[in-house]
């Protein structure tokens, strides 16, 4: 099921491009492919490393280790199929529970502990754990103690903002983490109260940068290479982490890079060279998850592929329905033949 070896794990250059170091860990660049739940997987990260992420951050893993024998946590346990720096997102409320939980993944290879204080979901907060848990700063002293002492290699934090507009508070729980012993702090510039609505701010994330002296990455709503140098030059942070934008275009971080390097936009890929991804992409995602479970997590990564094509609604609907991998394949397929038959 983890066999990924038919995914290329070519590395692009990065020249110019500035590195961060993290702890004891330089990355190659400071570009970071975000930690997403049902999408930053082991195919989706190597395809962002494949294509020029310095470092890609697991999906969270849970810290109650009433569910870690489930297939869930199985996959997101840090692996040794993982290429670059092995980083695993934890996410809970209890320190001794985020502390075993930071151990069990360094046994299992883990290079990098984040913690999750970023997460809006009610599941989540309900459980005083994610962003929730920025309304707290003595459980996140106590969570941070206790997670930095229990693994000796570099601990990192994400947050938003602060709870709400009232209590953006990101200041003062970067200040914590850095007392703490955290090595990087990772600003998504919403509040939870904001979810995902709005446009990301920035300057919360350039007052932290004044602030403190571990790294700081921004993060939100950096969707273009365009953003991502605005992003840096108007926060001075040490790097970027992208999400979204990464969906559908995990080449997202060579075009950052090329950008930065050269002041001007690589070539776009063909269309020769998506469905070379996609059809990789494809045949990882069967391989990890099984067919059954991968050809149903295909659809979602097909249809952020594909939505950029005009017309393409219609092959959506259609993919959405096979069930079986070798259709899947190949409507794919005929679906790029149009496409380039139409150009
Ligand atoms: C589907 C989805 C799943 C996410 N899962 C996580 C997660 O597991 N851990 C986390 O810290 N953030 C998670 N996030 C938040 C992202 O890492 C990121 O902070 C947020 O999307 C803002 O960045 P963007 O504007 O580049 O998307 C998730 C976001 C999305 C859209």
Redesign the pocket.
């Known amino acids: 099921m983890r066999n990924i070896a038919t995914l290329k794990t070519d590395s692009i250059k990065t020249g110019t491009i500035k590195t961060v170091t993290i702890g004891n860990i330089t990355l190659r660049n400071n570009l970071i492919a975000?930690?997403?739940?049902?999408?930053?997987d082991l195919p989706f990260r190597h395809l962002c490393h494949r294509f020029g992420a310095g470092m890609t951050v697991a999906?969270?893993f849970l810290a109650n280790p009433d569910v870690w024998h489930t297939e869930k946590s199985s996959l997101r346990i840090s692996s040794s199929a993982d290429i670059g720096v092995r980083a695993v997102?934890i996410?809970g409320s209890d320190p001794s529970e985020m502390a075993k939980a930071a151990e069990l993944n360094a046994k299992h290879g883990a290079e990098l502990i984040?913690i999750?204080m970023?997460?809006p979901a009610k599941k989540v907060n309900k459980k005083l754990a994610g962003s929730a848990l920025m309304q707290y700063p003595d459980l996140v002293r106590d969570i941070l103690l206790h997670v930095v002492k229990a693994v000796d290699i570099p601990v990192t934090l994400?947050i938003r903002t602060g709870w709400d507009s009232t209590h953006k508070n990101c200041l003062e729980i970067a200040q914590i983490a850095e007392e703490c012993g955290i090595k990087a702090v990772t600003i998504?510039g919403?509040t939870r109260e904001c979810l995902?609505r709005g446009e990301?701010e920035y300057e919360s994330i350039k007052k932290v940068k004044e602030a403190i002296t571990i790294p700081v990455i921004a993060?939100?709503?950096?969707?273009s290479p365009e953003k991502a140098k605005e992003v840096f030059q108007y926060t001075n942070c040490d790097g970027i982490?992208?999400?979204?934008?990464a969906e559908g275009r995990p080449w997202i971080f060579e075009e950052i890079a090329f950008y930065l390097q050269h002041g001007f936009a690589k070539r776009s890929k063909t269309v020769d060279e998506i469905e070379q991804i996609v059809m990789e992409h494809l045949d990882a995602l069967y391989q990890f998850y099984g067919e059954y479970k991968g050809l149903r997590i295909a659809r979602k990564h097909i249809n952020w592929y594909t939505n950029q094509y005009v017309n393409s609604d219609q092959f959506r609907r259609l993919f959405s329905v096979l069930d079986n991998t070798s259709d899947q394949i190949q409507t794919l397929k005929a679906f790029f033949n149009q496409i380039r038959n139409n150009q």
Do not use: L, T
């Open positions: 975000a930690p997403m739940a049902g999408i930053s999906e969270m997102q996410v984040d999750n970023g997460c994400k998504h919403r995902f990301a993060n939100g709503d950096i969707d982490m992208v999400a979204r934008a």
